[in-house]
């Protein structure tokens, strides 16, 4: 027979038990919630923010679908479309660039795609040489980062994070270390002051938000012009020489690049993707010492090296092509880039034409948000009415200085057009019209 003071104590034990677990479950949830909303999500639609977006889309692919990648900086990321080349070239690829993307942070998102993917060529642009370590900011560290599934590159990658920022002159700083390390597995050491910025988008996904149409590429719709041609960049050589600085550590790691593509039996390709300006006002235009600097490297690590500017030189239109003065292309320049840069693949590698459901699903969204972005960076009255008329729900509304075009099926506005004194168009806000309608036009899809 059961004492009943043992059995009172039994009960006692197992409820303190059961507080101190409920206690624990509770707290581990209130702790992942806070964590979850106070970490960057990187996910808005179209956008340089949109690595979560587009890395979760590459990473939740279909295996061994994809037989070229893009990476490198925000040069990649504006200026190729794999979906152009798909239409152009039925070439399945994808765009891995980032914003100011170190070498360290390539190297990472190789070895993670290696995991899942078989691509027979990885084409780098030679950009990323020329990154000064002295002025990466951890922000280009963590977009791609906070974006990668955990897995051993992640861990790696966490290592070498750390390490950069820990080794100063006076020493290595073993705090520092610590923290940056442990604040990849969990976020909310480097984000819990980030209560301040918080939006909406933090906290709900935008419903359509997930429909993503661009492998990668962020579709510019922006235009500045670059005010210079390519022989006028080059007119001081002397002050170019002093901005094609190859840092070692970026060839060295460049070399790790190299034989990690050989051991998955892929072919690296090094190019550029132009950049016009003076480095006066953009130290990263791509001038002819830069060019001469990364060629020489590639020849020295015994890797392709195929020049857009220079060795194939491509026509780009300095006044309507870029969309920030130079520096990157818009949605016409990439558009050319892409054309330029497929044509290349097809004929110098061996790869097969093939068909990708996920492409051939998403090509409807991709033809309609391009043919928006082509709309407004058209600069002719006459060639944009023309063009308006593919727009079935677009209806024109005359301004006292120019005019605005709304989408009657969505409700919302896709242009704001300025008319200037000589005829041409002037496009305001185009970018974020464009996105507007983006997450519009996918809620009106799901419908």
Not at 98 to 123: I, N, R, Y
Not at 200 to 223: C, R, T, V
Not at 339 to 367: A, I, P, Q, V, W
Not at 417 to 446: N, P, R
Request: with cysteine; aromatic share 14%.
């Amino acid at each position: 027979m059961t004492n009943p003071n043992q059995q009172k104590l039994n009960d006692t034990s197992k409820g303190k038990l059961r507080n101190v677990l409920s206690f624990f479950v509770v707290g581990a949830l209130l702790f992942a919630l806070v964590q979850s909303l106070l970490t960057p999500v990187w996910n808005y639609p179209n956008s340089e923010d949109n690595l979560s977006y587009s890395y979760d889309g590459f990473f939740s692919s279909e295996k061994n679908i994809y037989d070229v990648l893009f990476i490198g900086t925000s040069h990649v990321l504006y200026g190729i479309s794999p979906m152009e080349i798909y239409k152009n070239n039925q070439l399945v690829t994808y765009n891995l660039g980032t914003s100011g993307q170190p070498m360290d942070a390539t190297l990472a998102t190789l070895e993670e795609a290696f995991e899942s993917q078989s691509p027979k060529v990885v084409v780098l642009d030679a950009s990323s040489l020329f990154i000064d370590e002295e002025h990466e900011l951890d922000s280009m560290w963590r977009f791609v980062m906070d974006s990668m599934p955990f897995g051993m590159a992640k861990i790696k990658y966490a290592h070498t994070y750390a390490m950069f920022f820990a080794e100063h002159e006076e020493g290595f700083d073993l705090n520092e270390y610590t923290q940056r390390f442990a604040s990849v597995f969990l976020p909310i050491i480097e984000f819990h002051d980030r209560y301040d910025e918080l939006n909406s988008n933090d906290i709900w996904d935008n419903p359509g938000l997930k429909e993503y149409y661009m492998a990668g590429y962020f579709l510019q719709s922006f235009h500045e012009s670059s005010g210079v041609t390519l022989d006028e960049m080059n007119k001081n050589p002397v002050k170019n020489e002093a901005y094609a600085k190859v840092y070692d550590h970026n060839v060295e790691v460049l070399k790790e690049i190299k034989r990690l593509c050989e051991e998955h039996n892929a072919q690296l390709l090094l190019t550029k993707i132009p950049s016009i300006h003076t480095v006066k006002w953009y130290t990263g235009a791509w001038t002819l010492q830069r060019y001469q600097a990364a060629k020489k490297v590639a020849m020295e690590c015994d890797i392709t090296y195929f020049d857009l500017l220079y060795d194939g030189r491509m026509e780009i239109d300095v006044e309507h092509d870029f969309t920030d003065g130079g520096a990157h292309l818009n949605y016409l320049g990439a558009k050319k880039v892409s054309k330029y840069l497929g044509d290349y693949l097809f004929s110098h590698y061996e790869l097969n034409k093939k068909t990708c459901e996920s492409f051939d699903n998403h090509m409807e969204g991709y033809d309609t948000l391009t043919q928006l972005a082509t709309l407004q960076l058209t600069f002719d009255r006459d060639d944009y009415e023309s063009k308006l008329q593919q727009f079935e729900t677009f209806e024109l509304k005359e301004t006292q200085k120019g005019f605005v075009v709304e989408d009657s099926a969505t409700g919302q506005m896709v242009d704001k057009v300025t008319i200037q004194k000589d005829g041409t168009l002037k496009h305001k806000d185009g970018l974020f019209l464009l996105e507007d309608y983006w997450l519009a036009y996918a809620k009106e899809k799901q419908k």
